[in-house]
């Protein structure tokens, strides 16, 4: 277990992944830039126990509404069903202890999948879920082996219901793609009535640049579209559009 990454991070933000590698396999991950497989089964995994150990151990973890964000899913998919279990287990043990908790995912999450653990909401804001898309019309294209994007988006008004926050996380913005389908986003938003976060590529092969927000061995840096102003500007006033999940979170607290 040694040396692998399944907690990293710092005392504001505390990344967590159960399971190393995915089973889909997106055109622009950057999982195997970092030395993980993608389009397969993760072959490393830890328990939930052993997770949360690392967490309480790092020397990181800050408790409470104020303290650490707990975000599920940098080096993994935290919704495939191999891992289902143990992210339920993460956001539970986050929700009692106060902290924000996020998680990332290009799965559909049902809402009774999670109605258990939002029993444990402590302060609005503190579940988010971020429900990741680059592309719709294009999805078969770029993001094999996830879930239909329409899918994705389909429960947000029931999560919402049930307490979470949601945001279509638009990430990263591909050139020529992602702009295409930005009435189509804005619509979904306007309907649900959740907001949005755009974010960048992260990339191994640039040198210049902002370090991309994530422990990362191959110097992962964030390379910004030109659509990204574009697509931003699509989106109506009424709905609140983010730069990072981190600005969305802390928008709550
Ligand atoms: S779902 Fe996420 S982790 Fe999996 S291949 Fe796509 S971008 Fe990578």
């Known amino acids: 277990m040694e040396g692998q990454r399944f907690v990293t991070g710092d005392s504001k933000r505390i990344f967590v992944n159960t399971a190393l590698g995915c089973n889909s396999s997106c055109s622009y991950c950057y999982l195997p830039a970092?030395?993980?497989?993608?389009?397969?089964?993760?072959?490393?995994?830890?328990?939930?126990?052993?997770?949360?150990?690392l967490i309480r151990s790092s020397g990181l973890y800050v408790q409470g509404r104020y303290g650490t964000i707990i975000s599920i899913g940098c080096f993994s998919e935290c919704w495939d069903s191999s891992n289902l279990q143990k992210t339920k287990g993460i956001i539970s043990w986050a929700l009692k202890n106060g902290n924000p908790v996020q998680m990332a995912t290009k799965r559909v999450v049902f809402p009774n999948q999670v109605k258990d653990h939002c029993?444990?909401?402590?302060?609005?804001?503190?579940?988010?879920?971020?429900?990741?898309s680059?592309?719709?019309?294009?999805?078969?294209?770029?993001?094999?082996?996830?879930?239909?994007p329409f899918k994705r988006f389909y429960h947000i008004g029931d999560?919402?219901?049930?307490g979470v926050v949601c945001y279509i996380y638009i990430k990263p913005v591909i050139e020529g793609v992602t702009l295409k389908d930005g009435?189509?986003?804005?619509?979904?938003?306007?309907?649900?009535?959740?907001?949005?976060?755009?974010?960048?590529?992260?990339?191994d092969s640039v040198s210049d640049g902002v370090p991309a927000p994530i422990d990362s061995v191959s110097g992962l840096r964030m390379v910004a579209?030109?659509?990204?102003?574009?697509?931003?500007e699509i989106f109506p006033p009424t709905i609140p559009v983010y730069w990072s999940s981190v600005d969305a979170i802390n928008s709550w607290r």
């Open 34 to 53: 970092e030395g993980y497989r993608t389009g397969v089964p993760p072959e490393v995994n830890i328990s939930l126990e052993a997770a949360i150990n």
């Open 119 to 132: 029993e444990l909401i402590q302060w609005k804001g503190q579940y988010s879920i971020f429900l990741s």
């Open 134 to 148: 680059a592309t719709i019309s294009q999805w078969k294209e770029f993001e094999r082996g996830t879930s239909n």
């Open 159 to 162: 999560l919402i219901s049930l």
């Open 183 to 203: 009435l189509i986003y804005s619509d979904i938003a306007n309907e649900k009535g959740c907001g949005v976060v755009i974010g960048s590529r992260f990339d």
């Open 225 to 232: 579209s030109n659509e990204e102003d574009q697509l931003a």
